[in-house]
């Protein structure tokens, strides 16, 4: 009888994905998730032991991934990485943008260019560096969802810690997410991105063992919690799958309802 209706919108069997950072955290949530759905999943990490691990992870779960060194800062080396592997696969459909890196705890006025444009060339350049590449191969082939990993940064500033350049950043990627779908949504290639409150990974644990920091991030969330990958990925699914076939240029809030004050 095959799925029921709606159901089938998130199969996503015979569908190639490249997450980024897919070695740990967010993105290894969300390569498990679409591969649950059915999709042949790549990791694509500048780290080879993460990616080897993300790629354990997922066999340990009973899913096959392949894995590919990249680098997003490296618009060269995302141009051939692009190029090899709709060589091998015959085009990937689905591209997770979620390379990133956490930084903050300096003042503006502070800020080194070296800081400046380390993240702004991890969490935005390299959004756009992957979106370019993938997207040219989508609009070719007249389809493809591409899911970039925004955060609520992009919309309110981060209380107690200082961090304009990520919050740049991020406010970058939430317009790029737009203005891409703009210009792409009649050639059939959708593009969304997710915007998290304070998620538990590697990168946060930090500021979560603050003392100064973590209580007044509870305070400012309606839910009093943080979220977990899965939650993200939840998210990721949901726009890289045809249940969210209507969607292009929204950046969708998962924010525990921090952004409700």
Same mark, same amino acid.
């Given at each position: 009888m095959g799925l029921p209706k709606y159901l089938a919108k998130y199969d996503l069997s015979g569908r190639v994905a490249v997450v980024t950072g897919g070695g740990q955290g967010i993105g290894l949530a969300s390569a498990h998730a679409l591969a649950e759905a059915g999709a042949s999943v790549i990791i694509a990490d500048r780290d080879a032991l993460a990616a080897a691990e993300g790629q354990r992870a997922l066999a340990r779960a009973g899913y096959d991934a392949q894995t590919v060194l990249l680098d997003v800062t490296r618009s060269d080396q995302v141009e051939e990485v692009a190029a090899d592997l709709e060589r091998r696969t015959g085009g990937v459909d689905i591209l997770v943008n979620n390379a990133g890196i956490a930084r903050s705890g300096t003042p503006a006025e502070e800020v080194a260019d070296e800081l400046w444009l380390d993240v702004l060339n991890v969490n935005l350049n390299g959004v756009f560096y992957c979106a370019r590449a993938f997207g040219r191969r989508m609009l070719e082939r007249q389809r493809g969802s591409i899911v970039n990993l925004g955060s609520m940064s992009g919309?309110?500033?981060?209380? !107690? %810690?200082? %961090? *304009? #350049? #990520?919050? +740049?950043?991020? =406010?970058?990627?939430?317009?790029? &997410?737009?203005?891409? +779908? +703009?210009?792409?949504?009649?050639?059939?290639?959708?593009?969304? =991105?997710? =915007? !998290? &409150? #304070?998620? $538990? &990974?590697?990168?946060?644990?930090?500021? /979560?063992?603050?003392?100064?920091? #973590? !209580?007044?991030?509870?305070?400012? &969330? !309606? /839910?009093?919690?943080?979220? %977990?990958?899965? $939650?993200?990925?939840?998210?990721?699914?949901?726009?890289? *799958?045809?249940?969210? *076939?209507?969607?292009?240029?929204?950046?969708?809030?998962a924010d525990a309802g921090y952004c409700c004050w």
């Open positions: 919309r309110i500033v981060n209380k !107690p %810690q200082k %961090q *304009s #350049y #990520y919050n +740049a950043a991020k =406010a970058g990627v939430h317009h790029l &997410t737009r203005s891409l +779908a +703009a210009e792409w949504a009649e050639r059939h290639v959708r593009v969304n =991105a997710v =915007a !998290p &409150t #304070y998620i $538990e &990974t590697p990168l946060t644990r930090s500021g /979560m063992a603050d003392a100064t920091m #973590y !209580p007044v991030w509870l305070e400012m &969330t !309606p /839910m009093r919690r943080v979220g %977990q990958p899965d $939650e993200i990925a939840s998210v990721v699914l949901f726009l890289a *799958s045809d249940a969210a *076939s209507l969607l292009t240029g929204s950046i969708v809030l």
